[in-house]
Nanobody
Framework: VQLQACGGGLVQPGGSLRLSCAAS?????MGWYRQAPGKQRELVAT???????NYADFVKGRFTISRDIRKNTVYLQMNSLEPEGTAVYYC??????????WGQGTQVTVSS
């Protein structure tokens, strides 16, 4: 599938952003990863179809992942953003075991 993500931008510390990612077809699992400058890509949150959410420890209580199955779209509501949250956020989808797709990435900058 192809993934189209949007919603990034510049936000002040403590602010909120909502990312969305639309898939061109049916997926099993969708989620978000991020990559900060000079660091490896890391999991933010995933949500399999009919399954339970999985969050990185650093986002629990501040971020919420959700899906609209009919629209093949996943959302990431990010609240109480911190400067450490500055990164390129990538949408991820798994169609089936071993078949993964990545979106183009959307920049999130948390700065005053």
């Amino acid at each position: 599938v192809q993934l189209q993500a949007c919603g990034g931008g510049l936000v002040q510390p403590g602010g909120s952003l909502r990312l969305s990612c639309a898939a061109s077809g049916r997926t099993f699992s969708m989620g978000w990863y991020r990559q900060a400058p000079g660091k490896q890509r890391e999991l933010v949150a995933t949500l399999p179809r009919g399954g339970t959410t999985n969050y990185a420890d650093f986002v629990k209580g501040r971020f919420t992942i959700s899906r609209d199955i009919r629209k093949n779209t996943v959302y990431l509501q990010m609240n109480s953003l911190e400067p450490e949250g500055t990164a390129v956020y990538y949408c991820h989808a798994r169609e089936s075991p071993g078949i993964d797709s990545w979106g183009q990435g959307t920049q999130v900058t948390v700065s005053s």
